[in-house]
């Protein structure tokens, strides 16, 4: 608001307007006016000054610019969550007219941590490391990659990302910047409203485990993120940052156990580019939580 009032343009239609307002008869409100076109003056060339230094980027019109993608599920009935896990549960504790003719609507939901678009905290597979609350907020934002692993992995429900993988991208692109948001596109969110297809069966309960069919993180690929790279997080458009078929969970152990958080169930990465954009993923603060519902968007400035 400040910076719009203070544009040059601005500062000359309220000049037009002190000039030709029919009122300035007395010299009271004529100096008083004129101070405060001194001051409008001052402050429009004190904003043009800061646009022009060229360290200094115009944010403003570069989220104006931009194009933001949602990379988040909505949560309802359907919203997938781990097999052994209770469903996202959405409930009217009143909705309609009061008594009082105002219209009121209101309810509650129950839901695990680890289902839908959500969040893994270092905590969810690594002792005494970060609950939710406590990562911090620069670990929330980073530039954007995107590895797109979608041809192999389609072809295979037990595709495993390699560090191949990561290396394939490099060549392209350089390496991996430091405090990068680094997102594997599956192409599994194409499946995400048919369960089966998405996670490899429609059971639900322990029987439904040794069922699960859908890629992960090799754990040679999360050592290498972890040691060889300094990122902030990871994520991928399937239920598990482990493949489906996974036993003892390393990759998950191997990210929380070095800092790193994950994203799990995103959506809208075959929108993306491959880089140029930034991301911003501001997990519910649930105090001393291991995951919690996640609302993540993509900025592309490019
Ligand atoms: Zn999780």
Known sequence: MIMAETEPEQAFIRIKYFLSEPNCNYNFTIMKKLSYLIAIIILASCTQKTIETPESPDFLEIFHKAQWIDLSYEFDENTVYWPTNAPFKHDTVFYGFTDKGYFYSSFKYTAEEHGGTHFDA?????????T???????????????????EEALKDPDYLISVKDFEAWEARHGQIPDGAIVLVYTGYEQYYQDREKYLGTNLTGPEAIPEL???????????WLS????????????????YGQSKDFMAHRILC???????ENLTNLKKLPETGFYII??????????????RIVAIIYK
């Open 213 to 223: 069919h859908f890629p992960g993180l090799s754990a040679e690929a999360a050592n």
């Open 281 to 294: 993923a501001l997990p519910m603060k649930i105090k001393g939580g291991s995951g919690a519902p996640l």
């Open 227 to 242: 040691e060889k790279r300094n990122i902030h997080a990871i994520g991928l458009d399937t239920q598990s940052i482990d």
């Open 122 to 130: 270092p905590i969810h597979f690594s002792a005494n490391k970060n």
């Open 132 to 150: 939710i609350e406590k990562v911090p907020l620069s670990q929330l934002k980073g530039p954007g990659v995107v590895i797109n692993v979608s």
């Open 257 to 263: 156990n070095n800092d790193l958080t994950v994203y």
